[in-house]
């Protein structure tokens, strides 16, 4: 029995909808390190997103920014750990601290005998050494003070116990698994988010970033001709606009097949994204 054009078109479009969309969920051990130009190196100033994968108590759901990077090694704090106890506890010896609201963030395993500050200055102090942006680290009662002055809401700190470390090779192995994504560091995010939500927020930003970038790519921008009438192939944006809104679909087991004359806003995609 003959199959007709038009089911020979569907079919053609359906695999190919299939194709784009399941790709960002089996490719994401190079989700790890993909941006929105293309694979980024393990650097000062970026933040390291926990894979949903990660089990290890210390690391499961954070988010660290790296602070070091060199031959040596690795260097970073988990910026989503916040504990109750606060700074004037820590630092008794600051009297400006005794009213203030802020806590303990703990930064990670190693060293949580020893605290060190964040902080988000235009003018920082000269023992401070810059991380990104106007994000900078220091150790200094000086520094402190001086920030402790400021009116601007802008200019604001954290204390961390603790670090993250790793050996000279020990991380880019770890990405290799596929252990930790990697985005752009963001000091809205180190200072001003709610750390109960920033690493769900930056998992679903790396898996947008993904997507863009796997779309982007000229292969999947001309997806295979179905060869019937010289009728041209559904557009990349059509599957990417799809996928995108499916992922903000909670609860979804399954997905749709794809219609390509349907408009975008009718097409409905649902599919599962890793927990």
Request: charged share 20%; aromatic share 8%.
């Amino acid at each position: 029995m003959a199959v007709s054009a038009a089911v020979r078109v569907r079919s053609c479009r359906f695999v190919w909808a299939v194709v784009v969309c399941v790709m960002p969920i089996v490719g994401m051990r190079d989700a790890a390190v993909a941006g929105a130009d293309g694979p980024m190196r393990v650097r000062q100033g970026l933040f390291l997103v926990a894979d949903p994968g990660l089990t290890d108590p210390n690391f499961g759901e954070t988010v660290i920014l790296i602070t070091h990077h060199g031959p040596q090694g690795t260097t970073g704090v988990v910026i989503n750990r916040p504990t109750t106890t606060p700074l004037s506890r820590v630092l008794p010896d600051l009297p400006a601290l005794a009213d203030r609201p802020e806590t303990l963030f703990m930064g990670g395993p190693v060293g949580r005998e020893a605290v060190v500050m964040l902080m988000r200055t235009r003018e920082p102090h000269e023992s401070a050494r810059r991380v990104f942006g106007d994000v900078y680290e220091s150790r200094s009662a000086d520094a402190l003070a001086r920030l402790l002055k400021q009116t601007d809401p802008k200019e604001v700190f954290r204390f961390y116990a603790g670090y993250a470390g790793w050996a000279s090779g020990q991380l880019e192995d770890e990405l290799d698994r596929g252990s930790w994504r990697v985005l752009p560091a963001d000091s809205t995010v180190v200072f001003d988010r709610d750390p109960d939500v920033i690493w769900s927020e930056m998992i679903r930003r790396s898996s947008e970033r993904f997507v863009h970038a796997r779309f982007d790519d000229q292969v999947l921008l001309s997806p295979p001709d179905a060869g019937v009438g010289g009728e041209p192939p559904p557009p990349a944006s059509l599957f990417l606009s799809a996928f995108l809104s499916a992922a903000g679909a909670a609860g979804a087991d399954s997905f749709a097949v794809l219609d390509s004359g349907a408009p975008v806003s009718d097409v409905s995609l649902s599919l599962p994204l890793p927990e």
